[in-house]
């Protein structure tokens, strides 16, 4: 095993272990803050592999504006700081076994999969993911449509959150 | 690669450093709690209603803008990087990318969002 | 000679030999070097944070007409120790009913979030501590986490004052990220790049001559990112006691406390290295890297003195004045100086060196006079509309 692989391996394990607290824990801000820690952890992955900008953008507005959203979402709608809930309903056992079945499927499915024992390529030495990012971000034959229709969507977004949260006013 | 183990170790001590102060101050404090010391402070008397308040929903609505203008800007990172080296042609798309989000914000500000009240 | 030059390299080198003497591998080897340079770089810099108490106390006394602390030592320069021993030996009480977990580790995540940032800030032309390529996004991520640290605080302490506090704050901090993620992306576009070495090292002519409106929103948006006067809405100490600080005591106020202090001058130090050429002063970098070290310092302490001559002469604004102005005024404005800047830098692209300074600081003087006539004509306006409402109710 090399280095790089049992430092993924570290970093999935602290994933999705934040992510099972996530669903788990009874308390809905620690809930909210297990979310952090599991998102910071992808952020590390993006790291791992060679995309650097995508793990800062991760942090920025994953952690820095969404988690915060979420919190603010909590903190708006809660009437108690220890408000604390069942945390399973009586149908648990339908997802259970749900679980177990999508569990048993992948496995089979990946058991003929080669890519679980191979190491990523490496990146050619020159090769400035950035400059690739902002040339494919405006050149026409690439992604400059996208571009500005993610532009349009943003606009969307806001209009959208403007009707909902502005109903009454 | 190698860059990533080091801003890990950067986390790593500068949370030690933290840690070790307080972990310091723990041991060496006096431990003499009681009840008195371990009330809310709510200017010098006994605290009234609980403490939790009906917060306002402006808190989550300037949260909701800034995320909309947070994925923006960083769209525009790659595009800044690059904008001295492409010619006229990229310059006047990342403007018409900007346009049509101060149309947006316009049109949160004519709404009337982005009042406090 | 080049001990002089280039002394991070000769000091690894020099370590590296020893352990490799002793039998370590080579990747254990360079991470153990790794380890002790990141540990002498947080260590100075928590001695420089203690050296800060003392600059602000001594500098906040003389703008308040008066001496400051001048008993303990020479010129009071004993006394942030005697501040600190005090911290350590408060007892750490956590107040009944507040969450245990998250209320003790908000400090450690403020005090982190500032020490992270030295990790990207070049000190001397080959001494950085990791020469990211997206080093100016990164610092907005290490302020993401220290947002997300302000409402852990607030929100376990169990006290109404510390919850408001911590919205305000983090309403204000978050506000103010958009004008400064704009301004950042201007030494982006004439650098070409987003790692602050990079930045550092095509600043020929320092980028507040190219782009003087961008510096002055920049300074303006880290002011309130520190939580400062005049937007410290968070320790409005008049009105929400001390904000979220306001159930913590001993030590891990002082993590809070000094993590501010740090990342105010961290802040001077951006400040300086984005638009005020960073270790470049006259071609003194190239002689010695101490030199270059001594260079960022000093600028990183005139752009922490603006910071404090700004906090204790200006006074606090409201809320939603302070919001107003964010989304109303630095918004549009920071947005509109972008478009120019980038539509300035390909319209002056072949021209030499001075019509291509002259050409961006003349658009940028236009352009902030424009937006001040604007705002002086809305304000004319509403003046006038209170005027008309008082003459009514006079008569």
């Not at chain 1, 990946?110 to 971000?137: H, Y």
């Not at chain 2, 102060?21 to 404090?29: K, M, N």
């Not at chain 3, 005049?230 to 159930?247: I, K, Q, R």
């Amino acid at each position: 095993m090399t280095g790089e692989q049992i430092v993924f391996l570290l970093v999935a394990l602290f994933t999705l272990g934040s992510g099972f607290m996530v669903v788990t824990t009874r308390n809905l801000v620690h809930a909210a803050l297990w979310l952090v820690s599991t998102l910071f952890g992808v952020a590390v992955t993006y790291a791992l592999l060679n995309a650097p900008f995508l793990a800062v953008v991760q942090v920025v507005v994953y952690i820095g504006a969404i988690a915060i959203l979420f919190i603010f979402a909590v903190m708006l709608t809660r009437k108690d700081m220890r408000d604390q809930g069942p945390q399973m309903n009586s149908n648990w056992w339908v997802g259970a076994l749900l679980s177990v079945l999508t569990f048993i499927g992948l496995f089979f499915l990946l058991q003929g999969w080669n890519g679980l024992s191979k190491t990523a390529a490496d990146i050619p030495s020159g090769f400035d993911s950035i400059s690739e990012l902002g040339n494919a971000l405006v050149s026409p034959t690439a992604y400059v449509l996208p571009f500005e229709v993610a532009s349009v969507l943003l606009v969307a977004a806001l209009v959208g959150a403007v009707y909902v949260a502005f109903n009454r006013k | 690669m190698s860059q990533w183990i080091y801003i890990g170790l950067f986390f790593i001590v500068g949370l030690i450093i933290p840690v070790g102060a307080i972990t310091v101050a723990w041991i060496l404090g006096p431990k003499k709690a009681n009840p008195i010391k371990q009330s809310t402070y709510e200017c010098g008397i006994e605290t009234v209603g609980d403490s939790w308040i009906q917060f306002k929903a402006q808190y989550y609505i300037f949260a909701l803008v800034f995320l909309v203008f947070d994925v923006e800007t960083v769209f525009l990172f790659p595009w800044a990087v690059k904008l001295s080296q492409l010619g006229l042609f990229a310059v006047i798309e990342g403007i018409i990318f900007i346009l049509i989000l101060i149309v947006g914000l316009v049109y949160t500000w004519r709404k009337g969002m982005l009042e406090w009240v | 000679m080049s001990f002089w030059k280039d002394p991070l390299k000769v000091a690894a080198d020099w370590l590296m030999s020893i352990f490799t003497g002793w039998g370590m591998p080579v990747v254990a080897a360079n991470i153990l070097i790794g380890f002790l340079g990141i540990f002498l770089l947080i260590a100075l810099l928590m001695l420089l944070d203690i050296f800060l108490v003392w600059v602000e106390r001594k500098v906040v006394s003389r703008f308040q007409d008066r001496i400051g602390p001048n008993r303990v030592g020479p010129f009071g320069l004993i006394q942030p120790f005697a501040d600190i021993i005090k911290l350590i030996i408060k007892e750490d009480t956590t107040p009944g009913g507040a969450d245990k977990v998250v209320y003790n580790i908000a400090p450690m995540l403020s005090m982190m979030s500032v020490l992270i940032l030295w990790a990207v800030v070049p000190l001397a032309p080959r001494i950085i501590g990791v020469d990211l390529n997206i080093g100016a996004l990164y610092i907005i991520a290490a302020g993401a986490i220290g947002t997300l640290s302000i409402i852990m605080a607030g929100w376990s302490s169990n006290n109404k004052f510390a919850l408001i506090g911590a919205f305000r704050q983090v309403a204000v901090m978050v506000s103010f990220e958009i004008p400064m993620l704009s301004t950042l992306l201007i030494p982006t576009i004439f650098a070409g790049s987003m790692g602050l070495n990079a930045i550092t090292e095509k600043q020929d002519i320092w980028f507040v001559f190219l782009a003087p409106l961008g510096a002055l929103i920049f300074l303006i948006a880290a002011i309130a990112e520190l939580g400062r006067a005049p937007f410290d809405m968070a320790e409005g100490e008049s009105e929400l006691v001390a904000g979220y600080n306001t159930e913590y005591s001993g030590m891990k106020f002082g993590m809070f406390y000094a993590g501010e202090l740090l990342h105010a001058f961290t802040f001077g130090g951006f400040w300086s290295i984005l638009f005020f050429g960073g270790y470049r002063f006259l071609g003194l970098e190239q002689v010695s890297a101490f030199l270059a070290i001594a260079v960022i310092l000093f600028k990183a302490f005139i752009g922490y003195w603006i910071i404090m001559w700004v906090k204790y002469t200006l006074l606090r604004i409201r809320i939603d004045h302070m919001l107003g102005f964010n989304w109303k005024f630095l918004t549009p404005l920071s947005f509109t100086l972008l478009m120019v800047i980038a539509l300035m830098n390909a319209l002056l692209a072949g021209t030499p060196t001075l019509v291509y300074t002259l050409g961006m600081f003349l658009s940028n003087v236009v352009l902030g006079w424009i937006a001040l006539e604007i705002a002086r004509s809305y304000s004319r306006k509403e003046r006038e509309k209170m005027e008309g409402m008082k003459k009514v109710v006079t008569t």
